[in-house]
């Protein structure tokens, strides 16, 4: 009888290369079959974009890339420890707290606890007891426990055994990483022992609830952070230092840009006059643009019925974010996305293949429904508006368009002086439609990034449900990274929507759409423009571009002249009762791209005097000449003023 060869499985590498190993192969043993130095580095392992324990056995043909601490992974696996470590300093001190999770976050990390009466002076002697386990260097063990074991370590802690009966059900045995004499139901991975984190820091704290369902019980969250060294944690302290000078919320009020009221709602945005200038401004360069490539403005209702969300798949994928409600006997919903409607304008027509591309436009008003404790600021609301774009393009258009769109994106973050960094987000786990069109649409998207020059990275599994697409993202001045323009593939809403236009043929044919926005939502967008800029906004966004500040009560009509010369501007004179350097004190408070001063000397001679925000001053200036140069400087959109450079 011949023995049976063992099953073989294709491993396929980040530079393509694929390697024959044996099912059952862990992530740390085709490490060490690549090469022993690899071996003896490997963290853990992204397998088919997840990441995972480097003692995972690999069943199937799968894509793999090994994580070591050179990696961009290696953070998450770092600080998913910090997360452990913090727990087990917290039972330490507070052996009746109960743990419900602790994730890595891009910042670091966060653990839900229950049962313990924390306040933030109590940080400082959990932090000591942490840098105590850091200290004494534990090593992690990955055990596997039977379930009924797992479930009475768990008999007086709700939160684990829910983790047990939804995440983990089927499991059995179930995964525990152990440090010391203390153990965490967990499916990690980790860094081999305790000792690896450089630095640590617990931040605040806040509450949250438990699986961020307002209905459930409330938890104290309590955020930290990590980092392989010291050095790296003295940046991140002194980058969050200058991030909370420039806190949007703090600038918003000084500027009076906009407000959030208890009363109205939450996440729910007013914006203040001055506000309202800055995305004025926005919204009419957005226009430009699209109006220079050949978009249609549109306008959709603010909701629904849900037989259109049914239609669109979003009821079906999306509803747990959507705000629903009954009216009679039909349920309606608020809309959390704006294509739909496009999609039903375009199937009001009759259309050839001469007509395409159709491009429509609007500057949607959109509802999600966050968790509140997750709403923040203009970061995170349930109403937001996109500089929505849906394109209805033949197949053969694709690339043209998608070719346009980047370079249309390419200019607004020029314009803005944000260097962008580009990624092709590729299936997700929960969508729609066969194998062989996202095949097509990624293939595509492939194709238009390598053509326009971009270097671009993979997002694995994070297109949208109904298509691929192509992320951008950029630093601010203070180097972080925020999401911004999307480009978006999709081949499943004219299916849904029965979309078709007539070929050259004269048959039917089903035309592809394009999703796109060229800022991704303003809300977000003008939040990150208030920090990059600390509130002092370009000459063209900016909500007073020009304050004249009479010397004395006497020179107050000279003001008003001036300013009535600057009238195609937004120019204020200010005429309060204060002293000269009061006025300009306040100008350079409020941010002001100039502020021109005005006293005997200029109304005599019909001259002004020229100071901008970085205190720099000119006297003896034409008004006419600061004129003409502030129409070039708004022309062009300079990101500074430079009058006076």
């Not at 390697?19 to 130095?37: K, L, Q, R, S």
């Not at 980092?227 to 940046?235: K, T």
Request: glycine share 8%; aromatic share 10%.
């Amino acid at each position: 009888m011949s023995q049976q060869e063992p099953e073989q499985v294709v491993v396929t590498l980040p530079d393509g290369s694929e390697m024959d190993v044996e099912a059952g192969t862990t992530v740390e043993e085709v490490a060490y079959e690549i090469g022993p130095g690899l071996g003896d580095d490997t963290v853990a392992g992204v397998v088919d974009g997840d990441l995972v324990d480097k003692a995972t056995p690999i069943t199937g043909d799968v894509t793999l890339e090994i994580v070591t601490p050179s990696s961009d992974e290696y953070l998450d696996c770092l600080r998913h420890t910090a997360a452990h470590v913090f727990a087990q300093a917290l039972q330490r001190l507070y052996p009746e707290a109960q743990l419900a999770i602790g994730p890595p976050t891009d910042e670091g990390f966060y653990y839900d606890v229950h049962g313990a009466d924390l306040e933030e002076e109590d940080l400082d002697e959990i932090e000591a007891e942490m840098d105590a386990i850091i200290e004494a260097d534990y090593d992690l063990r990955r055990e596997l426990r039977d379930r009924e074991a797992a479930m009475e370590t768990y008999a007086d802690n709700r939160f684990k055994q829910e983790i047990l009966n939804q995440e983990a059900a089927g499991e059995d045995p179930v995964s525990f990483y152990v440090q010391d004499d203390w153990a965490d139901l967990c499916q990690g991975p980790h860094v081999d022992s305790t000792g690896e984190i450089g630095a640590v820091a617990l931040l605040e704290i806040s509450a949250a609830y438990w699986r961020g369902e307002e209905d459930n019980e409330q938890l104290t969250r309590v955020y930290g952070t990590a980092f392989a060294s010291e050095s790296d944690l003295e940046e991140y302290v002194e980058q969050r230092r200058k991030a909370k000078e420039r806190d949007h919320r703090t600038i918003g009020r000084e500027l009076d840009l906009f407000s959030i009221d208890a009363t109205a709602g939450p996440g729910l945005p007013l914006y203040h006059p001055n506000g309202r200038t800055v995305l004025s401004e926005l919204e009419s360069y957005v226009d430009d643009l699209n109006g220079a490539n050949g978009y249609d403005y549109v306008e959709t209702p603010h909701l629904f019925k849900t037989d259109l969300w049914r239609k669109s798949g979003h009821y079906e994928n999306y509803r747990d974010d959507m705000f629903l409600f009954e009216l009679g006997d039909d349920e309606f919903g608020l809309k959390p996305m704006n294509c739909p409607g496009h999609a039903t304008i375009f199937d009001d027509g009759s259309w050839s293949y001469r007509d395409l591309p159709v491009r429509y436009a609007e500057h949607g008003k959109v509802y999600r429904k966050e968790q509140r404790g997750e709403l923040s600021g203009l970061s995170r609301t349930w109403a937001f508006t996109i500089d929505d774009g849906h394109l209805f393009v033949t197949p053969g258009g694709i690339e043209r368009e998608v070719l346009t769109i980047l370079d249309m994106i390419e200019e607004v973050l020029s314009t803005f002086g944000l260097e962008p960094s580009v990624d092709l987000a590729t299936r997700p786990e929960k969508s729609m439609g066969a194998d062989e069109i996202w095949e097509q649409a990624e293939s595509q998207l492939r194709s238009v990034l390598e053509e326009s020059g971009f270097d671009y990275g993979i997002e694995a599994g994070d297109g949208a449900f109904y298509g691929p697409k192509i992320d951008f993202s950029f630093a601010d001045a203070l180097g972080r990274s925020w999401d911004g323009p999307t480009v978006q593939l999709d081949f499943m809403m004219p299916e849904r929507f029965d979309l078709t236009y007539t070929g050259e043929d004269n048959e039917e044919h089903r035309p592809v759409m394009i999703h796109r926005a060229l800022y991704g939502s303003y809300e977000r967008f003008f939040m990150v423009l208030i920090e990059h800029f600390d509130g002092k906004f370009p000459l063209w966004l900016a909500p007073e571009q020009v304050r004249v500040l009479p010397i004395a009560d006497r020179h107050e009509e000279y003001a008003h002249e001036v300013a009535s010369e600057l009238d195609a501007f937004r120019a204020e004179v200010e005429d309060r009762d204060w002293t000269i350097g009061r006025k300009i004190a306040e100008g350079h408070e409020d941010r002001v791209p100039y502020m021109i001063v005005v006293g005997d000397d200029e109304a005599d001679a019909g001259t002004i005097s020229v100071r901008d925000r970085k205190e720099r001053e000119e006297n003896d200036v034409s008004l006419a000449a600061f004129r003409e140069h502030l129409e070039s400087e708004r022309a062009e959109k300079r990101t500074e003023p430079d009058f006076l450079a």
